[in-house]
């Protein structure tokens, strides 16, 4: 079973304009609303792709009752801690002309201590149920700076393996646990290495460092160019399919499902990647975010391209 940890839960809403302008009023065409912040889109992955999963997290407010209600019509399970205050809404508005797409995240509600402690408990019980867990996302205000690496430490104690795909202050102390996996993307790596990225050796001597540090894999992500990947032996490239973009967001997190799916699966490392890139590509298929068909996934398997570095 996979458990996947999303403190700072969200409804996450596509916005399809046909040629969005700033500074003009303008009505949106179509608009997909879905349960989201990174870990439950995690979570609708890894059910779309069959496996066993239950999400975990904070929900408030009416928001909070829209996510659980979502959740149980997907058929995906959940056990999260009720907040007061409101569970955020994150908008992702897609020029439909341009393929550009614009994030307005917001913050989520300001919690309580008492929050982090009742969650600390669950999520002590859940990890009993798991053998992977993903932590995604931004935290909560209220929630202290070193909490992913707490969770870290609690799963790795029990011998569960976990992946970390979060930014910022949350990554650099989450790091401090060694997470079994990380997969920044490049502004995420960027932040971590405290200058710009310049070239492949940047990122292969970042994702060796990571390596270093106790790491089992760590994978650096460069949107629609793919990325890579570095294990303790091994530093690969890999190029995500070409396909007919509907909407990209996401696509980070449906490669996390794909890691999650591939690490409990016992799939051996390149067989893992393969599969963790064809769902991250059908994820931008879609136009929810988060959202993959699993035959898109089969027939995209054996178009991504990996080459091993060294
Ligand atoms: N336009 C695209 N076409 C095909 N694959 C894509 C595209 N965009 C992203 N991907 C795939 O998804 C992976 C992760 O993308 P990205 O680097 O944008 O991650 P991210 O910033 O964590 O994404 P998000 O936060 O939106 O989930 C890429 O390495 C690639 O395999
Ligand atoms: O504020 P966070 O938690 O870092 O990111 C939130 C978010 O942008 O991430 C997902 C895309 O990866 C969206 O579902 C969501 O809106």
Same mark, same amino acid.
Request: proline share 2%; with cysteine; hydrophobic share 40%.
């Given at each position: 079973?996979?458990?996947?940890?999303?403190?700072?839960?969200?409804?996450?809403?596509?916005?399809?304009?046909?040629?969005?302008?700033?500074?003009?009023?303008?009505?949106?065409?179509?608009?997909?609303?879905?349960?989201?912040?990174?870990?439950?889109? /995690?979570?609708?992955?890894?059910?779309?792709?069959?496996?066993?999963?239950?999400?975990?997290?904070?929900?408030?407010?009416?928001?909070?009752?829209?996510?659980?209600?979502?959740?149980?019509?997907?058929?995906?399970?959940?056990?999260?801690?009720?907040?007061?205050?409101?569970?955020?809404?994150?908008?992702?508005?897609?020029?439909?002309?341009?393929?550009?797409?614009?994030?307005?995240? =917001?913050?989520?509600?300001?919690?309580?201590?008492?929050?982090?402690?009742?969650? @600390?408990?669950?999520?002590?019980?859940?990890?009993?149920?798991?053998?992977?867990?993903?932590?995604?996302?931004?935290?909560?205000?209220?929630?202290?700076?070193?909490?992913?690496?707490?969770?870290? @430490?609690?799963? @790795?104690?029990?011998?569960?393996?976990?992946?970390?795909?979060?930014?910022?202050?949350?990554?650099?102390?989450?790091? @401090?646990?060694?997470?079994?996996?990380?997969?920044?993307?490049?502004? =995420?790596?960027?932040?971590?290495?405290?200058?710009?990225?310049?070239?492949?050796?940047?990122?292969?001597?970042?994702?060796?460092?990571?390596?270093?540090?106790?790491?089992?894999?760590?994978?650096?992500?460069?949107?629609?160019?793919?990325?890579?990947?570095?294990?303790?032996?091994?530093?690969?490239?890999?190029?995500?399919?070409?396909?007919?973009?509907?909407?990209?967001?996401?696509?980070?997190?449906?490669?996390?499902?794909?890691?999650?799916?591939?690490?409990?699966?016992?799939?051996?490392?390149?067989?893992?990647?393969?599969?963790?890139?064809?769902?991250?590509?059908?994820?931008?298929?879609?136009?929810?975010?988060?959202? /993959?068909?699993?035959?898109?996934?089969?027939?995209?398997?054996?178009?991504?391209?990996?080459?091993?570095?060294?």
């Amino acid at each position: 079973m996979i458990l996947t940890v999303t403190l700072n839960t969200s409804i996450d809403k596509a916005y399809i304009i046909n040629s969005f302008e700033v500074g003009k009023v303008q009505r949106v065409e179509e608009v997909f609303a879905t349960a989201g912040g990174k870990g439950l889109n /995690v979570a609708r992955v890894v059910k779309s792709l069959g496996e066993d999963v239950i999400a975990t997290g904070f929900v408030g407010g009416y928001s909070g009752e829209f996510i659980k209600s979502e959740l149980d019509k997907e058929g995906i399970k959940h056990d999260f801690v009720e907040v007061d205050g409101e569970t955020r809404t994150c908008i992702n508005i897609i020029n439909k002309t341009t393929g550009v797409q614009t994030e307005l995240l =917001e913050p989520g509600p300001l919690l309580n201590m008492i929050y982090q402690e009742k969650f @600390k408990d669950k999520y002590i019980s859940l990890l009993d149920r798991c053998d992977v867990v993903t932590i995604s996302g931004s935290m909560p205000k209220g929630i202290s700076d070193n909490f992913y690496a707490e969770l870290i @430490k609690l799963a @790795k104690d029990r011998d569960k393996k976990v992946i970390l795909d979060t930014s910022g202050k949350y990554l650099k102390e989450g790091l @401090k646990a060694r997470p079994t996996v990380i997969k920044p993307n490049r502004y =995420e790596a960027e932040d971590i290495y405290g200058k710009k990225i310049k070239d492949e050796k940047d990122i292969i001597a970042l994702m060796k460092t990571f390596i270093g540090d106790g790491i089992e894999m760590a994978a650096i992500t460069l949107g629609v160019e793919g990325g890579y990947v570095a294990t303790k032996d091994d530093v690969y490239r890999y190029i995500p399919p070409e396909v007919k973009v509907k909407n990209a967001v996401g696509s980070g997190d449906a490669m996390t499902a794909g890691l999650a799916v591939g690490i409990n699966k016992g799939y051996g490392e390149v067989e893992t990647i393969r599969f963790a890139v064809a769902i991250s590509a059908a994820n931008a298929m879609t136009e929810a975010t988060g959202l /993959v068909y699993k035959k898109d996934v089969n027939d995209l398997l054996d178009d991504v391209i990996i080459n091993k570095l060294e």
